[in-house]
């Protein structure tokens, strides 16, 4: 292992969050204040609570969700796409560095983003509603299986990325909707039954779920099932990032 | 001892259906500095990017110190530093992280000391905590350099190094690389500037159309392929050639006002003794005299069209 690499990337990386501080971390921070601001708060007194959580506190789990998924799938596509746009990519390639060492500093950093973001809004949602963890190991495990997974999905796009409007295209036509419907705003036990069925069809819901009943002991499906279904996605991820490395898909064509 | 870098039956073709190399087989010499020329878009950027792994072979083999750069890609990636053509920068890094960050990624322990040194060498130490994209071309290619000598390379690759380059950093990057040659290092450049091949490499190989199409020692090229010319200039003009001069190569220029003579390096160099003792028989007066010889510019020219 090329351990010195793998710290230079990771650091490369992290320098450039603290760099970009105010759109890293302030900017998530401001629009999902804004949200509990919006839902939480003005909408949210008015909405009764939901199996005996109130609207606000029911909600934040999905919001935290949605900022990691963004965040993680942006930081993890960045990373990789931006060397492969300005052309300094030529130096990691040519190093004596496995791609898995590079797939380790550059999704490692995007993942650490995504967490820390996602504990600042955890923190930040204190401020405004009650919140109370019931299983916090899971919380933990949940938020970071599901912010490798996501930054791995972004390695994948920023790989495959000819250019900017491909590279933003997922994040912001593809993550939003998916988790806007995955439940993070409301039980899909609210939902007609047909859609309820189509919902099961959305990766995000599981996420949320079982993110939720870490907290709330409430949830759409089966904690377990969440739990594999993120293993899958994860499995899916790793093994479209091996063919890609195998076949110098787009990096070494 | 086997060379550092064996290149055998190499071949590359792009997804588009490009063939970019055609089969290449080159042996590079232990602290040689060879030059490769060759027109734009003859194949030398893709040769060097298949030793340095950044591109797949299709076919053949590169062997680095006799380690296959595929299998053994940490053997020999390690020994290898590359300064790219394109002035590709990390804009927001200061020149002292960029060029420490090179470091780190082929493995090697943080050496503040070195770092240093090369940057002190490049004359780039007192903009070491400036950003890159603060700096002018030139600074950016002398950062590239640095950050490809931070490894303590065995082999340097410099594709196109002096291309868009002042006289001084020019006169910087010889000095670095006559110094790099002294403690061992291998150099292969890649230029259009054929008479700095001329002037520092020990060996030319000519590259078009993905093949080598030569590759021999600099001087013994010269010989080979340099003819030398005198030229006479007249102090009255000659109608014609006179019959006695018919023995040596002579050509008289159309206003009839000076002569050429072509020679080459074999022929013995008596031969412009006797001529213009001749001229002076036959009555011909000439008021200057002034030699060439063809640079490797004009073999370069005259291989690259004949094989065209």
Known sequence: ?253 | MPPIISVQQLTKTYSNGFEALKGIDLDIERGEILALLGPNGAGKTTLISIICGIVNPTGGKVLVDGHDVVKDFRRTRSLIGLVPQELTTDQFETVWNTVSFSRGVYGKKPNPALIEKILRELSLWKKKDNMLRELSGGMKRRVLIAKALSHEPEVLFLDEPTAGVDVSLRRDMWEVVKRLREEGVTIILTTHYIEEAEEIADRVGVVNGGQLLLLQEKTALMKQFGRKQLKLELTEKLEMIPPGLAAFELSLAEDGMSLVHEYSHEESQDSIASLLSALTAAGIHFRDLSTRQSSLEDIFVALVEEKA
């Open chain 1, 1 to 253: 292992m090329n351990f010195e690499a793998i710290k230079s990337i990771y650091g490369f990386e992290m320098a450039r969050m603290r760099r970009t501080l105010m759109q890293s971390v302030i900017s998530p921070v401001i629009t999902t204040s804004l949200y509990f601001i919006v839902f939480g708060t003005a909408i949210g007194s008015r909405i009764q609570s939901i199996e005996g959580v109130s609207y606000g506190s029911f909600i934040t789990p999905g919001l935290i969700m949605l900022t990691l998924l963004t965040q993680c799938v942006a930081n993890g596509s960045i990373g990789i796409y931006f060397p492969k746009f300005t052309g300094t990519i030529y130096e990691i390639l040519s190093a004596p560095v496995a791609m898995a060492e590079i797939l380790i500093g550059y999704v490692g950093a995007a993942a650490t983003k995504g967490l820390i973001i996602g504990l600042i809004i955890l923190a930040t949602a204190s401020f405004f509603v009650d919140i109370r963890i019931a299983h916090p190991f899971m919380m933990v495990l949940f938020l970071v299986l599901t912010a490798i997974t996501f930054s791995l999905f972004g390695f994948i796009i920023g790989v495959w990325a000819k250019n900017f409007e491909q590279l933003n295209i997922v994040p912001m036509l593809v993550v939003p909707p998916l988790t806007f419907l995955g439940g993070s705003f409301y039980s899909i036990d609210m939902l007609p039954p047909f859609w309820q069925a189509v919902s099961h069809l959305n990766p995000v819901l599981y996420l949320v779920s079982g993110f939720r009943w870490s907290f709330y002991e409430i949830a759409d499906v089966n904690p377990v099932i969440s739990l594999v279904m993120i293993g899958v996605f994860l499995a899916l991820c790793l093994s479209v990032i091996g063919w890609m490395f195998k076949t110098g898909y787009r990096l070494r064509s």
